[in-house]
């Protein structure tokens, strides 16, 4: 039986979700959006340590969201959007069926926002 969605691509989105799923690699990937910088420059704003965020930078490197050039004695790291953009992708599937959900919600919510009002009327 095919699961629905699932597919060779699976394996590098559940990848990608696993590293977003930490803020640190999410404040670490904003960071990056700004512009490449080096590990230093990416450890700055954290209290944790840079063998810490080297370990962070590897896993988003795996999951293919960032590069990494050796210049010198620095490895400079930047955002890489081609994986991101297919979770992106991945998750638009869904947005016919929120859509539909937070309309049926609008609904319900002045459905009752009527009697209310109808029953706030009467008495």
């Known amino acids: 039986m095919e699961q629905l969605g699932y597919e060779n691509s699976q394996v590098s989105l559940d990848a990608v979700f696993a590293a977003l799923a ?16 080096s590990v230093n420059e990416i450890a700055a704003p954290f209290e ?12 988003l490197e795996r999951a293919g969201l960032i590069e990494r050039d050796i210049d010198e004695q620095r490895r400079p790291a930047r955002l890489k ?10 998750l638009a ?12 919600l609008d609904d319900v919510l002045t459905h009752m926002k ?3 009002a109808k029953e706030a009327g009467h008495e």
């Open 114 to 116: 009527q009697v209310e």
């Open 93 to 104: 599937e869904f947005e016919a069926f929120w859509g539909t959900s937070f309309s049926q």
């Open 22 to 37: 930490d803020p640190t690699r999410r404040a670490i990937l904003s960071r990056l959006a700004e512009g490449q910088a």
């Open 81 to 90: 959007a081609e994986n991101m953009a297919a979770a992106v992708d991945w």
């Open 48 to 59: 944790i340590s840079q063998p810490a965020v080297s370990r962070h930078l590897k896993v």
